[in-house]
T-cell receptor, first 112, second 113 residues
């Protein structure tokens, strides 16, 4: 079955630590996205990539980094510079010539 | 900039009640409009969409009509079920070229049996 997978489901970060969230898709989509969701709030765009080896900052990129070395993969690193990382992180992808985005199941990041 | 405003939740209804969740938007140009649904602990699923004025999106008994004159895209369902309990997000496409979406804050819906 085609889809988007995110791992792990839950992730714990210690203070000062970088952590990486995985996002993989086998839908052959060109564009991929990372969103952050806080309780009672909508989704805010962190980074997006429309093609391999290229990505752009979204609205809240500070404290995060990404890479896009393969079409299928778009990992997100939450760095120690992100002072309030506790949130639900959602990855999405979309095919060309459509604005519809397809979402993974999410990763919940908690700070120890 | 572009923005989406949804009615504040939470919304609690009894089974078989009529549902309306209001959504209004501010945008330059002619964005596409979307409703996504999020069940507990899961990612978002596309519920329906409309790409131009007066279009009606529909799916699973839910409907929404793209109203350019009132800049609205209200979600409706004639008879809700317990299984419809979820968080609903209205969204618009900010820039078709960049394929970016702008989301409302979400409305939590609870249906009681």
């Amino acid at each position: 079955d085609g889809g988007i997978t995110q791992s792990p489901k839950y992730l714990f970060r210690k203070e000062g630590q970088n952590v990486t969230l995985s996002c993989e898709q086998n839908l052959n989509h060109d564009a991929m996205y990372w969103y952050r969701q806080d309780p009672g709030q909508g989704l805010r765009l962190i980074y997006y990539s429309q093609i391999v080896n290229d990505f752009q900052k979204g609205d809240i990129a500070e404290g995060y980094s990404v890479s896009r070395e393969k079409k299928e993969s778009f990992p997100l690193t939450v760095t120690s510079a992100q002072k309030n990382p506790t949130a639900f992180y959602l990855c999405a992808s979309s095919p060309p010539t459509t604005e519809t985005q397809y979402f993974g199941p999410g990763t919940r990041l908690l700070v120890l | 900039g572009n923005s989406v405003t949804q009615m504040e939740g939470p919304v609690t209804l009894s089974e078989e009640a009529f549902l309306t969740i209001n959504c209004t938007y501010t945008a330059t140009g002619y964005p596409s409009l979307f409703w996504y649904v999020q069940y507990p602990g899961e990612g978002l699923q596309l519920l329906l969409k409309a790409t131009k004025a007066d279009d009606k999106g529909s799916n699973k008994g839910f409907e929404a009509t793209y109203r350019k004159e009132t800049t609205s895209f209200h979600l409706e369902k004639g008879s809700v079920q317990v299984s419809d309990s979820a968080v609903y997000f209205c969204a618009l496409s900010e820039d078709p070229g960049a394929q970016k979406l702008v989301f409302g804050q979400g409305t939590r819906l609870t249906i009681n049996p």
